[in-house]
């Protein structure tokens, strides 16, 4: 009986072992060559929306690309993300800008897979019925895949951080 209680348990350590070493694989940290090309996607999508160049700022994303901005709209498709953010730059976003991120963490999920979680303050702007929202911060998190040696976005969700609710953070 005591044989088999400590070939369970060694199996079970092994188990174990194996899902943190699969855990820690799939969260690899991201090469500094990635990390770079990805850092000078971010930044070439900086100016293009600082000059509000919708046509390059969608350029560094996939053909099936898919967006959720601040506000729940879903935009599925490269065509259907430039004529959304077109449209905004033509009008209520024509004299916001986008600033340096407070905060980027690149995290390696997959090989040729990086999420990417900044928290970027932004100008205010006007909203189409005359509603002026202040300056404030997002979180943008954006899926970037390599294909065919260019890293690209897959899928980006950008969110309107709440300050007062940061004050009651549960998770902090």
């Known amino acids: 009986m005591k044989h088999a209680q400590r070939w369970m348990a060694a199996a079970l350590i092994t188990i174990l ?99 990417v979680t900044q928290i970027i303050p932004a100008d205010g702007y006007t909203t189409p019925d005359g509603f002026k929202v202040p300056p404030n911060r997002n979180v943008l998190t954006e899926t970037f895949v390599n294909r065919g040696g260019s890293w690209l976005i897959a899928e980006g969700h950008n969110t309107v951080i709440d300050e007062r609710a940061q004050t009651n953070d549960p998770g902090k």
């Not at 799939?26 to 770079?36: G, H, I, L, N, R």
């Not at 971010?42 to 601040?70: G, I, P, R």
Request: aromatic letters at 8%.
């Open 17 to 115: 072992i194996g899902a943190v070493t699969m855990t820690e694989a799939q969260t690899a940290s991201v090469s500094a060559k990635d990390a770079a090309e990805i850092k000078a996607v971010l930044n070439s999508m900086q100016t293009a929306w600082n000059h509000h160049d919708m046509k390059s700022f969608c350029s560094y994303m996939t053909d099936d690309v898919e967006w959720v901005n601040v506000v729940g709209m879903w935009w599925r498709g490269k065509p259907q993300v430039y004529k959304a953010h077109d449209n905004m730059h033509k009008g209520m976003f024509k004299d916001r800008d986008l600033h340096d991120p407070e905060t980027l963490i690149m995290r390696g999920i997959a090989p040729g897979v990086v999420v």
